[in-house]
């Protein structure tokens, strides 16, 4: 077969509507399809396989914290491959390398097991040792390249309205998202947690097949414009709106505030909600609320999360993103007001509120804000560096919510460091403008 029939097996011009929008469901698709790398797909996982390696709660979760660091080191290196080799093949890759990642963990047992006879030893470090090298493999094809670039892929095929197209697949994963563990653990009672990451595999096959067949990595290699642009008069529209924009470096986009600002909110998202999520019983217990309690709150925090994206994402096609900016800092001093007043009725309002108004933001800024400041050409790169900062969140805290709890006694206290580093972000983000803007004027 010539390479000019691969490249146009389905030819984005032949199709009776705009490709953008099958894009968008095949994007969304492959976002949802790293569950498995993530952390609520891996916390339902945690007690069996624990268990079954013969690991501590403690040491399995250090295990999972170094794999998520190591992960956090090398993604950068991924946003170049993306920008190098474009959304398809670098999503095809991250999807099968996160079906072979489930397939070993799903013998970590009989390889921890062979270890051990191999080199006649019978330590906790083997298993140790052996997850922390899956866990990497899980979180950096699955939390952190494929969901990098199936979101990337969805915004360069829209422009104008990628607030409205990025509310669409906000909603989407969000219910899809929440709903993984019900459905992740009756399989798991089915089949048992190896028979489980084992279907999850040939899933993600499927996965990667839809990938290489209908990811197209730009509108315009197929003479094509984003948003599906027709008109002449929209296309040249378009064309001088893209030459007028400058195309950032990643070492560029590093020198602005905005940047910093942006990734730095994002990373106290990931860092707060993964925390929290991975410590939630032990949380509420500490206030002296029930197991019921605590899980009852995701629902809630669900339908805010859901309800700020859908908003805001359709208005920030018209609003500047600095005011979400500051709605996201504002519902981080809710989070975090939350936990410090846990045991108060009050208490569980603000955690709700603040968690949820988080989420959607979170949707929001982290799909549209990179493109909108700094140009599609090295936007793997860029946020290849941003997923390594919100990586790094989510690895560090489940460590630092236990030491606050094991060594200070309480949860609560966290929320003093946490609010300061709100109250640091809100005065620097004060000049953290659109750095577009700073040009044209």
């Not at 640091?424 to 953290?432: E, I, N, S």
């Amino acid at each position: 077969m010539s390479e000019q029939v691969k490249k146009y097996l389905i030819d984005p011009r032949q199709t009776p509507f705009f490709y953008g929008y099958l894009i968008l469901l095949i994007g969304t698709i492959g976002i949802w399809a790293s569950v498995p790398g993530q952390t609520i797909g891996v916390s339902v996982f945690t007690d069996p396989v624990k268990d079954a390696l013969g690991l501590s709660r403690n040491q399995f979760s250090n295990a999972y914290m170094l794999g998520t660091i190591l992960s956090s080191l090398v993604i950068g290196k991924a946003g170049v491959w993306f920008d190098r080799y474009g959304a398809r093949i670098v999503a095809f890759g991250a999807a099968l390398t996160l079906a072979l990642a489930l397939v070993l963990c799903s013998f970590a047992v009989h390889m921890s097991e062979f270890v051990k006879e191999l080199l006649d030893v019978n330590s906790w470090m083997v298993p140790f040792v052996l997850m922390i090298g899956l866990f990497f493999m899980l979180r950096f094809a699955g939390q952190g390249v494929l969901t990098m670039a199936s979101r990337n892929v969805i915004m360069i095929w829209f422009d104008k309205h990628r607030g409205k197209v990025n509310m669409f697949s906000s909603i989407a994963l969000s219910f899809g998202f929440s709903a993984s563990p019900l459905w992740l653990n009756a399989l798991i009672e089915t089949e048992g947690w190896a028979g489980a990451w084992r279907y999850l595999a040939a899933g993600l096959l499927v996965i990667a097949l839809l990938i290489l067949v209908f990811y197209k990595n730009s509108p315009e290699a197929y003479g094509l414009f984003p948003d599906g642009t027709r008109s002449e008069e929209e296309q040249q529209e378009k064309i001088a709106r893209a030459l007028a924009q400058k195309q950032f470096t990643l070492k560029e986009a590093r020198r602005t505030r905005a940047f910093w600002m942006y990734a730095l909110i994002l990373a106290f998202n990931s860092f707060f909600i993964t925390g929290f999520t991975f410590h939630v019983i032990s949380i509420f217990a500490d206030a002296g609320m029930p197991k019921e309690e605590a899980i009852a709150i995701f629902l809630p925090c669900s339908v805010v999360s859901v309800s700020v994206s859908t908003l805001f994402n359709f208005l920030s096609d018209y609003v500047r993103l600095k005011w979400y900016l500051y709605l996201m800092i504002l519902g981080g001093f809710c989070a975090a007001t939350g936990l410090l007043l846990l045991s108060a009725p009050i208490g569980v309002v603000l955690v709700i509120a603040g968690i949820g108004i988080l989420g959607g933001f979170f949707a929001v800024l982290n799909a549209i804000a990179w493109p909108r400041f700094f140009g599609r050409s090295n936007l793997g790169a860029i946020t290849g560096k941003v997923m390594s900062l919100l990586i790094l969140g989510s690895a560090l805290a489940p460590p630092v919510f236990s030491w606050y709890f094991s060594t200070l006694g309480s949860y609560k206290l966290l929320a003093y460091p946490a609010m300061g580093f709100l109250l640091f972000l809100a005065v620097g983000a004060l000049k953290a403008d659109n750095p577009q803007e700073k040009i044209k004027a």
